[in-house]
């Protein structure tokens, strides 16, 4: 019995290919992107489980006021660690860390590392990554070992054993202590090298200030945490007052413990490596259920059409005696044939743009999960739930129908054509939403990345400085300036993409006195050229400037040269003219030079800060070289040579400013490949679902269309006569995305300072672009049908 | 066999009430052969449906070899239906997905009949409708004649007592319908099947040993 079920189900798969073909299709890529979003949420919430003591680890933040604003950040002085531990018996380890870029070098291999990792001894109790080779209690306990993971190893050693080789660290030796297993893909650590902390010079002292650590704690007991949080509070009340000597009524000093496994997915505070949000989390798993409940409407609906025309079929079957649960069965048995099909090709599908997505969506995800049997077992259930949905409906409708009302071929389902219709609405107003949210999302990216900063980005590679190039800074950069194409050479401590030192300022004494928090931005004098800053009031820095720079007697009698931006000199109570001249101190006191035009120095989510800009060449750690544009290959290869002859300890690792720039968006470009890649998948679903319905409707109204045909019907006539019905359903689902759009749009544009405002365009343009693709759908079908000859459509009767 | 007594049909339409059948009375025996004539809107369809169960009268009570059948459940009418009727069509009603053979077979597996046996049936059937070398074809490979020979035998596989047709010649050629005709006298003759068909041919209606003529949904002749 179910042989021949399958066998006549197979039969009319072929019969109907195109039919089966989209359908399938349309499972299958419901499917698919249902299992990438399902690959991807389950990644995000593995994160870190893979540690044993996950559930004892907590990372403390540090919640403060030091005068002007509550603060907090996930940066941590190096006192908390090991005073907690000494404070407080809960407390079992502690792990400091701190990711710094090195220059490594092994024999002739020199490279510029970015996941250099310094951490405590316990790093490898506290967490669980696998050491390959070494003694985890060990391999950190002096200042002069370092850890490598398996693929560096390979790198600078190759087939080599490194344990207790020496490696070049920076200027220093380090002894080659334990191989670790790559870090993996989900852990909010993630590392090439990790060395020991104690060999981080500027971390030798405790101190609750310079926030620059992570500091995660390992508890005896996870229950402890509630406990421990409140004597935190209470102890670090008597060290702001009795240690800190904080006496403002404002000002406080505490730590905040933060679950380890909730960082990655809960927590604002980056850390080590940037954070996920579990709202994103939330929004793409319903994305994932509302498509993958599209593709179950579409595909019932689709199958529902194409049984209306078998009904003569099902009408004598049940002449010949077949029972109601035998064409029950049937159908079923057809719906799963083809559902199982769906499935396989889903699997398939995801299993082949799973590299896509990865690059996509910036991930490194594997297929593990698909292959494990709780996925299996609901793939399988869920194929039998979906097959049953699909094969139900025909099923009954036909198996309970009058054999002589089904076995006339002008059967048709009346019901459910109220909740057909409300399920295109539905899709339709998903894809409307997304589409409005991709165009929306473009336009902002396109005014990050085309709007004025207030410096130049283009053409200006970025180079390294460090403490062995400083002293011949002049030189190096004098020689560089030299070769061909060089516009002008600059150096900095940072890129002014994003300024990081924060720092505080003040003008005037006693009552008078006046502090502003300020970024703070040291640079050389060439900086206003290179990068192209505007100046508004003032000069330039000049030579004379850098001469007056005095660092003879122990610094006594250095002081700064300030420039500052319009943010400042307002926070200050200042207009830009009456600002020169006067004096200023941000550590030593020096006098304002110039004031410069306000610029972008944090990406666009945030506002533009009061900046100072002070003449300091010895913490010049960057250098900016504005080249022509032209034949960059070649100007590149000369600057290579002039890097080559002076500086010899370390490569020539470039990159260009705009590209650090565009980085900074790198979450914003992927939701936007995320949105495009679903908005136009959620459009062809919907579209697969108006297809089906119209193909439906064709077939019930062909007797209706042969009629007006032979009274006069031209094929417009009745493509319009079609078309109207299906296109009030768009027409009611932009009437419903359209504000839900706006909402959302505006709420992510909230995100951002500096943001694009949402024009009527991006409305029309989602709504017309909707409707025309509904009207293609729509009447590809219904020009079949009004071609079609009326005597034919009539005899059947 | 039959015993038809009062039977009502009618559907209401716009406060009107339009008769299908009125007040048919009728028997018949086993092994007779009846035609049904009379003019398009006679009620010939009609009435066939009701005997072969496919519809249900307005009124009136219906003897199936002795069973009151609308005092049956549903149940042992479609198992009554199933083992003793078979049905014809003018339209052939040929299960376009499956090859002769399998729509044959059809009937066959739902009762449930294990392979062997149903293989054995439908060889037989084949042999006895002169159609083995087309077992494995479709019926769109078919004339209309040879697709109600596939019709007839897939109706009478089951080996019904009772063989209803609706215009079993309607679509074929005078001679494809006078093959068919003779097939169904052999049937009736040889198997001793109870023949009741619907036609508009008096040449084919000469066929049946009592024919019945109906209008406007009665009876009103019968010779």
């Known amino acids: ?797 | 066999m039959i015993e038809l007594q009062h039977i009502y049909k009618w559907i209401n339409s716009g406060g009107n009430r339009t008769f299908l059948l009125k007040d048919i009375n009728l028997s018949i025996a086993e092994g007779d052969f009846i035609s049904i004539m009379g003019p398009s809107g006679s009620g010939k369809s009609t009435l066939l449906n009701v005997m072969g169960m496919l519809d249900e009268p307005s009124e009136g009570q219906y003897v199936f070899m002795g069973d009151d059948v609308f005092k049956m459940k549903e149940k042992q009418r479609s198992n009554l239906y199933k083992q003793h009727i078979g049905f014809v069509f003018q339209a052939y009603h040929l299960i376009d997905e499956l090859t002769v053979y399998e729509n044959i077979e059809t009937p066959l597996l739902y009762q449930d009949i294990k392979g062997a046996e149903r293989k054995a049936i439908v060889a037989d059937m084949l042999d006895r409708f002169q159609i083995v070398g087309k077992k494995d074809l479709f019926p769109a490979q078919l004339s209309g004649g040879q697709q109600q020979l596939v019709g007839v035998a897939r109706a009478l596989v089951a080996k019904p007592k009772l063989l209803l047709a609706d215009e079993p010649t309607g679509n074929l050629n005078s001679k494809q319908g006078e093959e068919i005709m003779e097939l169904f006298k052999k049937i009736n003759e040889e198997d001793g099947v109870t023949i009741v068909q619907v036609t508009h041919s008096e040449k084919n209606a000469a066929y049946g040993s009592r024919i019945i003529h109906l209008l406007d949904g009665r009876i009103e002749s019968t010779q």
């Open chain 1, 1 to 797: 019995m179910f042989t021949n079920y399958f066998k006549i189900a197979w039969r009319y798969l072929l019969k109907t290919k195109l039919y089966a073909l989209v359908n399938i299709l349309g499972l299958a890529l419901g499917m698919t992107s249902c299992l990438l979003i399902g690959i991807y949420i389950f990644n995000e919430l593995s994160f870190d489980h893979f540690n044993k003591n996950a559930n004892r680890i907590v990372r403390a933040t540090m919640d403060y006021n030091s005068g002007d604003a509550p603060n907090t950040t996930a940066m941590t002085g190096t006192k908390v660690g090991p005073q907690f531990k000494r404070t407080f018996p809960q407390v079992e380890a502690y792990v400091r860390t701190i990711k710094y870029p090195r220059v490594i070098g092994y024999k002739d291999k020199v490279f510029d590392e970015k996941r250099f990792l310094y951490a405590d001894p316990a790093f490898f109790n506290v967490f669980s990554f696998k050491l390959l080779n070494g003694n985890a209690a060990t391999v950190l306990d002096a200042p002069d070992k370092i850890v490598l993971t398996q693929s560096m190893s390979k790198k600078y050693f190759g087939d080599e054993n490194p344990i207790g080789k020496t490696v070049t660290v920076g200027i220093k030796q380090l002894i080659v202590s334990g191989i670790a297993a790559d870090a993996p893909n989900n852990s909010q650590i993630k590392f090439d090298f990790v060395s020991s902390f104690m060999g981080f010079s500027s971390a030798k002292e405790e101190k609750w200030w310079e926030a620059n650590y992570i500091t995660y704690l390992l508890l005896h007991n996870a229950s402890d945490i509630p406990v421990l949080q409140k004597q935190v509070a209470g102890y670090m009340k008597t060290v702001s007052r009795d240690e800190l000597k904080m006496t403002g009524a404002n000002n406080y000093l505490t730590y905040h413990l933060e679950p380890f496994l909730k960082v990655h997915l809960y927590s604002s505070l980056e850390g080590l490596e940037p954070n996920n949000n579990i709202l994103y989390i939330y929004i793409l798993g319903i994305v994932a259920i509302l498509i993958l409940l599209i593709a179950c409407v579409n595909y019932t609906n689709l199958s529902t059409a194409q049984a209306a025309g078998r009904s003569a079929e099902v009408g004598m079957r049940k002449v010949m005696g077949a029972g109601k649960m035998q064409v029950f069965y049937q159908f079923i048995c057809e719906s799963f044939l083809l559902t199982l099909i769906a499935v396989i090709t889903g699997v398939v599908l995801s299993l082949i743009l799973l590299p896509y997505f990865n690059q996509l969506s910036g991930q490194e995800l594997t297929t593990g999960v698909l292959f494990h049997p709780v996925t299996i077992i609901s793939l399988l259930l869920l194929a039998i739930i979906v097959a049953f949905m699909a094969g139900a409906y025909p099923a009954i409708v036909l198996s309970n129908g009058k054999i002589i009302q089904v076995l006339k071929s002008g059967f048709n389902f009346t019901g459910g054509s109220t909740l057909r219709k409300t399920l295109i609405v539905f899709q339709f107003t998903i894809s409307i939403f997304l589409i409005i949210a991709t165009i929306v999302i473009l336009q902002q990216l396109s005014y990050v990345r085309n709007k004025d900063l207030g410096y130049d980005k283009e053409h200006i590679l970025v180079l390294p400085v460090d403490r062995k190039m400083s002293p011949d800074y002049d030189a190096i950069r004098a020689a560089i300036a030299s070769a061909p194409n060089v516009v002008s050479v600059a150096g900095a401590y940072e890129t002014p993409t994003d300024i990081g030192w924060g720092d505080g300022m003040h003008k005037g004494t006693g009552d008078n006195e006046k502090s502003v928090t300020v970024n703070a931005f040291p640079v050389d004098e060439h900086i206003v050229k290179t990068l192209g800053l505007r100046i508004i009031a003032g000069s330039d820095y000049t030579n004379a400037d850098v001469q007056q720079f005095d660092t003879s007697n122990g610094g006594e009698n250095l002081h700064y040269t300030y420039m500052l931006n319009e943010s400042a000199v307002k926070a200050l109570g200042w207009t830009p003219q009456e600002a020169i001249g006067k004096t200023i101190t941000k550590g030593r006191s020096g006098v304002v030079k110039a004031v410069i035009k306000d610029f972008h120095l944090h990406s666009f989510h945030e506002p533009i800060n009061p900046l100072v800009v002070f003449l300091d060449k010895r913490m010049v750690l960057s250098m900016f070289v504005k080249i022509s544009g032209k034949d960059v290959q070649s100007t590149l290869n000369s600057l290579q040579k002039v890097w080559k002859q002076r500086v010899t300890h370390r490569p020539f690792d470039y990159h260009f400013l705009d590209e650090e720039y565009d980085a900074m968006y790198k979450t914003e470009q992927r939701t936007a490949g995320v949105f495009t890649t679903f908005a136009s998948l959620a459009i062809l679903l919907a579209c697969l679902g108006l297809f089906a319905l119209t193909a439906y409707t064709m077939v019930q109204r062909t007797k209706e269309i042969g009629i007006r045909k032979v009274l006069g019907a031209t094929i417009p006539d009745i493509l319009s006569l079609v078309s109207k019905d299906f296109l009030k359903l768009v027409i009611l689902a932009l009437v419903i995305a359209v504000p839900v759009g706006y909402y959302a749009t505006n709420k992510w544009l909230d995100n951002f300072s500096y943001k694009i405002s949402i024009t009527p365009w991006v409305f029309i343009i989602a709504g017309l672009a909707t409707i025309i693709i509904a009207f293609i759908t729509i009447s590809a079908q219904a020009i079949k049908t009004a071609m079609a000859n009326p005597v034919k459509s009539l005899r059947t009767e």
